[in-house]
């Protein structure tokens, strides 16, 4: 039973990290800019299979920049094809680490973040009804 309590507090500090993480980059100075998947990359993932990772390049400041998406997939070209098109979110403080302008991408913390907390609550809650 006190494990439900540990693995509560890991959920809600890791939903604060991620509330926190969120707000950082809403409050972040960006431009938008048009980059180029140039590559589809394939690993190793996790147990059997491989995963897909779309590598963008962009140009900023008079400087071109590859950057691998934060999200890879089971699938080869679910998403992202070799010479699409994507609109990217720069940072002015860190221009090699742009991240596709989508909401799904830019929420994806929040929506983390509102999950971990809830469900570490409802372990305290477990926790304190049958202890």
Do not use: W
């Amino acid at each position: 039973m006190k494990y439900l309590l540990m693995v509560g507090m890991a959920l809600v500090i890791f939903g604060i990290c991620f509330l926190v993480t969120f707000r950082k980059e809403k409050a972040k100075r960006y431009i938008v800019v048009q980059g180029k998947v140039i590559e589809v990359a394939k690993s190793l993932g996790v147990g059997e299979g491989f995963t897909y990772t779309p590598i963008f390049e962009y140009q900023y400041n008079n400087k071109i920049f590859r950057v691998e998406h934060r999200i890879s997939s089971f699938t080869p070209n679910c998403t992202y094809k070799v010479d699409d098109v994507v609109e990217l979110r720069v940072y002015e403080d860190k221009p090699d680490k742009a991240i596709v302008n989508s909401k799904k991408n830019l929420i994806m913390p929040l929506v983390s973040g509102i999950s971990s907390i809830i469900l570490g609550i409802v372990f305290f809650v477990i926790y304190a009804l049958f202890k």
